[in-house]
């Protein structure tokens, strides 16, 4: 019969106990300001970002069109082959098929070369997008007093009363 009472009590206690941590938490819950901003959202339509692509774009044009030459060039002798390919000398249509061969050859290094060159750029200018927004989040943060700001990429559900993605966009217009 002890027993059974001091069961009783222990099961009480561990019943008020949560309670009471429960109503703590839940107290706590509702003086926490949390919010989300969509990075990938932010690198993409941000100022700063649309002045980085235009920049990287400008500095690989002359790239680019020096590699849509190339493969014009390519083409042209292509279809030179094609066409007169049966009816010309075969030293000649050799050293046709030879020129054709070294021009796609310098023609897919030069191609790897700028994709490697433009990624390292774009990677580089992500990477100071990046700074430069966790910054700007950190402002808005410190600013509207948010306990806690989450990256949207990693969740399940959020609602559009915490993002404050938009808020991010704004103030990086200023920069």
Same mark, same amino acid.
Request: proline share 2%.
């Given at each position: 019969?002890? *027993?059974?009472?001091?069961?009783? #009590? ?10 009471? !941590? ?7 819950a +509702? *003086? ?10 932010? @690198?993409? %339509?941000?100022?700063?970002?649309v #002045?980085?692509?235009?920049?990287? *774009? ?6 680019? =069109? ?6 014009? $060039?390519?083409?042209?002798? =292509? +279809?030179?082959? %094609?066409k ?9 249509r ?7 061969a070294?021009?796609?050859? %310098?023609? $897919?290094?030069a =191609?790897? =070369?700028? #994709?490697?060159?433009?990624?390292? #750029? $774009?990677?580089?200018?992500? !990477?100071? @997008?990046? &700074? ?5 989040? $950190?402002? /808005? ?5 948010? +306990? &806690?700001? @989450?990256?949207?990429?990693? &969740? ?7 993002? /404050?993605? %938009?808020?991010? /966009? ?6």
């Amino acid at each position: 019969m002890q *027993e059974n009472v001091l069961w009783r #009590r222990s099961i009480t206690t561990v019943c008020v106990l949560f309670a009471f !941590a429960w109503g703590t938490v839940g107290a706590l819950a +509702d *003086e926490i300001k949390i919010g989300v901003v969509d990075t990938e959202r932010i @690198l993409a %339509e941000s100022a700063p970002a649309v #002045r980085a692509l235009k920049k990287i *774009e400008k500095e690989f044009l002359p790239r680019d =069109q020096e590699l849509k030459k190339m493969a014009s $060039q390519a083409k042209a002798l =292509q +279809d030179v082959l %094609e066409k007169d390919g049966k009816t010309m000398a075969e030293a000649d249509r050799r050293n046709k098929e030879r020129d054709l061969a070294t021009l796609n050859r %310098e023609y $897919q290094r030069a =191609q790897r =070369q700028m #994709r490697e060159d433009l990624s390292l #750029r $774009q990677n580089d200018e992500v !990477a100071a @997008l990046q &700074l430069i927004a966790t910054k700007a989040i $950190q402002v /808005i943060a410190e600013t509207e007093k948010y +306990d &806690l700001v @989450l990256p949207l990429r990693d &969740l399940v559900y959020r609602s559009q009363r915490i993002d /404050i993605t %938009e808020k991010v /966009i704004k103030a990086l217009a200023d920069k």
